[in-house]
Each structure stands twice: as C-alpha cells, then as structure tokens.
C-alpha cells in the first residue's frame, strides 16, 4: 500500500490581508515550512503540496514536491489526488497549510484508523475535519467535488468515518492575521 500525502495550500487567504498567509511566522518559521515539515513526518510515502505561487515553492523542504493551482479549494483537492493518484497512490492523507499546530502523531493517527474501506479523521468540537486520510475506494467521490468545497462535505455525509479524536489547539485554522499573534500554541510535549 503507498500512502501519499498533500498538503492545501492553494488558497487565496483573503480574509487575511495583504501579506501571504502562508508565509506569517509561527514559532520563528514560515506557515507553510511548518505544515509541510510536519506532513515529511507523517510516514507517508511520498509528499506533494499544492500551491498558487511558484514563489511559495521555496518555503518547502526538499521532500515535498510542489504541484500548482489557481482554481478553488474543490481544484486544490483534484490537483493533489491527481499527483497521488500518479505517484501510485493507494491511500490519501490530506492536510492543510493554514492547521500550521498539527502534529506528526495526529496525522499517524488519522492514518493508522483509515482501512481499505473506511476514511478517517481528526475530530474536535466541530466535527470531522482535517487532516483526514481516504483509501483508493474513495478517490473517485473526492474528484467529483465541486466549488469551494473540500473533503468535509464526505466526512460528514458518511457514517463510516473512523474519527480520531483531536486537542483543540491541534486544528485551529488560521484565517485571521491576529490569530497568528494571540493563538495559544501547543507545548512542545504536544508536538
């Protein structure tokens, strides 16, 4: 079985401002070299991120290959399950940029629930969420997705979801420019 991971980050972040998102300092790194990092962490066994800017290729490291996409988060989405699906993929481990507190043990854990026939993922007090993990079985209803929707509307629609319960501070979404200066970031035993 190849596990292939991808890394969202192809947003257009414009609840945020001016500056890129992606490249606010968290803990003295860059937004998406933080994601990325702890998707090289995952096990998976090869990493893609998906990106707007070519600029924003420069912030990953060496084993995260950067694929390209303007479209919507529904775009986004085809875009890495078409490189996964290309590198031999058998299961899809999906993370997104702007969750920059994930840890590697939560995405282990998010893939070691995932069977052949089940998808799983992180769960916090609003439900099924990423970073979620999808066999080959779903790989199909995932390209058929439309707009700006990603793989939530799946999660929540199918009752065979294996949820693997998440530290709040985990899945904070960044989509504010203050959330980057008043978030209470996990310890480093939580990492």
Known sequence: MSLIAVLLAGGRSTRFGAEDKLQALIDGMPMLSRSAQTLTASGADHCFAVLRDQAQAALLPESVTPVFCQGQQSDSLRTGLDAARAAGATRLLIALAD?????????????????????????????????????????????????????????????????????????????????????????????
């Open 99 to 191: 969750m920059p507190f994930v840890t590697p043990d939560l995405l282990r854990k998010v893939v070691a629930a995932c069977g052949p026939d089940h998808a799983a993922c992180a769960a916090g007090a609003s439900g099924p969420q990423a970073p979620a993990c999808f066999p080959a079985r779903w790989f199909d209803a995932l390209n058929l997705l439309q707009g700006d929707r990603g793989a939530g509307t799946l999660l929540h629609q199918d009752p065979g979801v294996r949820i693997v319960a998440a530290v709040a501070a985990e899945l904070q979404d960044i989509d504010l420019r203050k959330q980057v200066y008043s978030t209470a970031q996990p310890t480093p035993d939580n990492r």
